[in-house]
Nanobody, 124 residues
Framework: QVQLVESGGGLVQPGGSLTLNCTPSGITVHELAIGWFRQAPGKNREAVSCIATSQGAPYYADSVRGRFTISRDIAENTVYLQMDRLKFEDTAVYYC?????????????????WGQGTQVTVSS
């Protein structure tokens, strides 16, 4: 059974940075597409970023491209989402999700496994 453990959320001021971590158990990140989604109150869940072994450049939503960076550490079996220049509108619960085979998609319904979510709040 694959489980995803997230960490790294918190409260940050506009313009600040946070790094989210996603560590799967029972499988390696190399075998998965790992995506980050977010959901703000009253809004639909949206894809933020995704990384997969079989694909070249990671996927980024237009709203975060140039500010967020997704990466993997195979040795740590962890995927990171580095979030810089955070804005008020980045406030949401962020979810890590995994898909096998490792092919990124922005369609949340395609993902097989989900983390518990971590709150990111951007506030002054």
């Amino acid at each position: 059974q694959v489980q995803l453990v997230e960490s790294g959320g918190g409260l940050v001021q506009p313009g600040g940075s946070l790094t989210l971590n996603c560590t799967p158990s029972g499988i390696t990140v190399h075998e998965l597409a790992i995506g980050w989604f977010r959901q703000a109150p009253g809004k639909n869940r949206e894809a933020v970023s995704c990384i997969a072994t079989s694909q070249g450049a990671p996927y980024y939503a237009d709203s975060v491209r140039g500010r967020f960076t997704i990466s993997r550490d195979i040795a740590e079996n962890t995927v990171y989402l580095q979030m810089d220049r955070l804005k008020f509108e980045d406030t949401a619960v962020y979810y890590c999700a995994a898909l096998k085979p490792p092919l990124c998609t922005a369609n949340a319904a395609m993902y097989d496994f989900w983390g518990q979510g971590t709150q990111v709040t951007v506030s002054s």
